[in-house]
C-alpha cells in the first residue's frame, strides 16, 4: 500500500486544494509598494510587520512558503496516486530512459 505525504495534502481522500489568487490592484496596492520599498532597502523584519499586520488582505494576493509546501506535496500525492493507476504508454524503440510499471499497457513502435 502506498503511504501519501500528510502534512500539507489530503489528496487523494479529499481534492486538491484551490487557492484562488488575485491579481495585485488598486485596493492592494499601496500595501505591495510599501513591502517592497523596504525590500529593496534592506528592512526586511519592517517588510514583515507589514505584511503579518496584513495578512488578511495580503493573503489572497501573496503566494507563502506553506502554499508552495501543499502545491509540491500534492503533486508528489498525485504522481503516486498515478502510477498505482494502470497506464497506457506508447513508446520509442530508440527512447532510452523509460519508466513504465509492471501492470502498464506498453504499446512500442519504430
Do not use: C
Amino acid at each position: 500500500m502506498v503511504e501519501y505525504s500528510r502534512e500539507f495534502s489530503n489528496f487523494p481522500s479529499k481534492k486538491i486544494t484551490r487557492h484562488n489568487f488575485k491579481n495585485v490592484d488598486d485596493n492592494i496596492a499601496s500595501i505591495i509598494n510599501q513591502v517592497n520599498t523596504l525590500r529593496l532597502k534592506g528592512l526586511y523584519n519592517q517588510a514583515a510587520r507589514i505584511v503579518q499586520n496584513n495578512f488578511d488582505i495580503l493573503s489572497h494576493y501573496i503566494v507563502d512558503a506553506v502554499t508552495f509546501r501543499t502545491w509540491e506535496e500534492e503533486i508528489y500525492n498525485t504522481q503516486k496516486y498515478a502510477r498505482q493507476k494502470q497506464q497506457s504508454i506508447f513508446f520509442d524503440e530508440a527512447e532510452e530512459d523509460f519508466d513504465g510499471i509492471k501492470g502498464d499497457v506498453w504499446v512500442g513502435g519504430d
